[in-house]
């Protein structure tokens, strides 16, 4: 038994070891849900004080792309985005945002698995989140719309609480800079690689899907959208996407992280 002690020994540091190196990365994470109410409180302390909300949707995204992506994609681009400012977290990402009529369906909810609420609860959901954030010491609440559907919404709500905000030190940002990278910036980069406003699209196309490619690509079915036959708007596609990769993702992505950073060291105080 006496020879077992060693050993023991060992095998015991080791696993406490490991479980500080699984620990670590949740305390360095900049996700909020991620890290415990005191965590947050010190985080805040130190001057972390800026909070990104990435606005997703569950929509259909044609055959080959899934309902999620607005969903992913907003929280990757928000992790980085936070990670360069050095001094920001990352909420949860809010997935149920306006989609069209339920009845009769329209817009997206014409296809299986949209989900769609009313702007009201949509801007209410806001600002209440906003309300929560700026409770606990967060002075910049920052949304990142990834979905133009709702764009006004989120100009309505941040007004709203800039409004009952006048005066205190704490803002919400609607942060236009962010939409326009990942649309009309993109589609610039994209036309000077010889990709086309009508390939890039609007919804589902090369351009969304490039995004994709780049941030997450188990999202796509790459390999059956090769050899696919073109896409439609009755299929939910307003783009060709056949020909994305995830290098032209990736420059969209640098774009929009890029953008993104330096709007918000503008706007905030």
């Known amino acids: 038994m006496t020879r077992l002690a060693p050993m023991l020994a060992l095998l015991l540091?080791?696993?406490v070891a490991a479980t500080?190196?699984?620990?670590a990365p949740a305390a360095a994470s900049v996700e909020l849900a991620d890290l415990?109410?005191?965590?947050?409180?010190?985080?805040?302390?130190?001057?972390t004080t800026t909070i990104l909300v990435p606005i997703g949707g569950t929509e259909q995204n044609g055959p080959y792309m899934a309902l999620g992506k607005h969903d992913v994609r907003a929280r990757l681009l928000a992790e980085r985005i936070a990670t360069r400012l050095g001094d920001a977290l990352v909420a949860p990402v809010i997935a149920y945002v306006p989609e069209g009529s339920i009845s009769p369906p329209t817009e997206h909810m014409r296809f299986a698995g949209t989900i769609s609420i009313p702007a009201a609860a949509f801007e209410?959901?806001?600002t209440g989140a906003a309300e929560s954030f700026r409770a606990h010491g967060f002075r910049d609440v920052v949304?990142?719309?990834d979905h133009g559907g709702y764009i006004k919404s989120v100009q309505r709500a941040v007004a709203t609480l800039d409004r009952k905000w006048a005066g205190s030190g704490a803002r919400a940002h609607a942060l236009p800079e962010y939409y326009r990278a990942s649309t009309a910036g993109f589609e610039a980069i994209l036309a000077r690689?010889?990709?086309g406003a009508a390939e890039a699209g609007t919804h589902a196309g090369l351009a969304d899907t490039a995004l994709m490619l780049a941030l997450d690509p188990s999202l796509v079915h790459a390999d059956a959208l090769k050899s696919a036959p073109p896409l439609s708007p009755k299929q939910g596609v307003y783009g060709d996407p056949r020909r994305a990769t995830a290098a032209l993702g990736q420059l969209g992505v640098d774009l929009i992280v890029d953008d993104s950073?330096?709007?918000?060291?503008?706007v905030r105080p």
Do not use: D, Y
């Open 20 to 23: 500080g190196a699984a620990g």
């Open 13 to 15: 540091v080791a696993s």
């Open 124 to 126: 209410a959901t806001l």
């Open 36 to 47: 415990t109410s005191p965590e947050v409180a010190a985080r805040v302390a130190a001057g």
């Open 193 to 195: 690689h010889g990709i």
């Open 143 to 145: 949304f990142l719309t």
């Open 261 to 266: 950073v330096r709007a918000i060291q503008r």
